[in-house]
Nanobody
Framework: QVQLVESGGGSVQPGDSLKLSCTAS????????MGWFRQPPGKKREFVAGISWSGGITNYGDFVKGRFTISRDNDKNTVYLQMNDLKSEDTAVYYC???????????????????WGQGTQVTVSS
């Protein structure tokens, strides 16, 4: 069983930056691919970014367009999402997720993730 706890959300203005963190319990974190998803108000959950268990492979949703960076520190059991040049349309609850299968690749599909955090709110407004 893996527990994920996100932090770092908040209210910012357009053009600002935020760095989200997701810390996992358990020794298996370093073997799990991880993903960040978000759910804007009234919309479906969507893929933001994914990272392989080693950190060597990353992928991003089309809307990111170079603004976000996913990274991980396996020694700290933590995955990060650095978000720059935030826009109002980035307003959402952001969730981190773990694949839950050893050494599996990341996925863009929420259904492929076994473990989820509780989410952290990001609000971008002037």
């Amino acid at each position: 069983q893996v527990q994920l706890v996100e932090s770092g959300g908040g209210s910012v203005q357009p053009g600002d930056s935020l760095k989200l963190s997701c810390t996992a319990s358990g020794r298996a974190f370093s073997t799990y691919a991880m993903g960040w998803f978000r759910q804007p108000p009234g919309k479906k959950r969507e893929f933001v970014a994914g990272i392989s268990w080693s950190g060597g492979i990353t992928n991003y949703g089309d809307f990111v367009k170079g603004r976000f960076t996913i990274s991980r520190d396996n020694d700290k059991n933590t995955v990060y999402l650095q978000m720059n040049d935030l826009k109002s349309e980035d307003t959402a609850v952001y969730y981190c997720a773990a694949r839950g299968t050893l050494f599996d690749s990341y996925s863009t599909q929420a259904a492929d993730y076994a473990y989820w955090g509780q989410g952290t709110q990001v609000t971008v407004s002037s």
